[in-house]
């Protein structure tokens, strides 16, 4: 899997703010990501089942955004993928209504399960392999298959 990331200060954007400047940072990194290392030429966009797929090519991806970072992840299997920042919250109450088992019951580990959640949301299908680690000292990312294989992430920033 490749994961794409780009941080939107450094994403020009003319009268942009918000999510619309997330919105069209991923639809560059799509862009981007298609023509420079997937070959893709004619990168079109179709939405099924409200997530958005290439009209003329196999390669999947999955969408994520928080804050100040957006990623796309990449790969040749269909893919979910989450990122959130750590930041201070009452984790425990939104732990206890989604019903998350908290071992530790850390900040962290509360991050790990609602990445995790949200990507396997992504995935609209069975999740056969998982991945979940830190990522860049602030943020916790994860990614979920629907191949049963280990899940090896490389990370490559836009600059």
Not at 41 to 57: A, H, Q
Not at 82 to 88: F, S, W
Not at 91 to 105: G, P
């Amino acid at each position: 899997m490749d994961l794409f990331y780009l941080f939107t200060k450094k994403f020009d954007c003319e009268n942009c703010s918000g999510y619309t400047k997330q919105h069209k940072a991923g639809r560059f990194i799509i862009e981007y990501a298609s023509s420079k290392y997937y070959n893709i030429e004619n990168p079109e966009l179709v939405i099924i089942n409200k997530k958005p797929k290439f009209k003329y090519s196999d390669i999947q991806f999955s969408i994520s955004h928080c804050r100040d970072i957006v990623c796309v992840c990449f790969d040749r299997n269909p893919v979910g993928f989450d990122i959130e920042e750590i930041r201070p919250r009452n984790y425990t109450a939104i732990a206890e209504r989604m019903n998350f088992k908290l071992k530790e019951n850390s900040l962290e580990e509360f991050y790990k399960n609602w990445t995790m959640y949200e990507a396997e949301i992504k995935l609209q299908m069975p999740v056969k392999s998982r991945y979940c680690t830190n990522f860049l000292d602030k943020y916790i990312i994860s990614a979920v298959s629907s191949k049963a294989d280990n899940i090896k992430l490389n990370y490559i920033e836009i600059k």
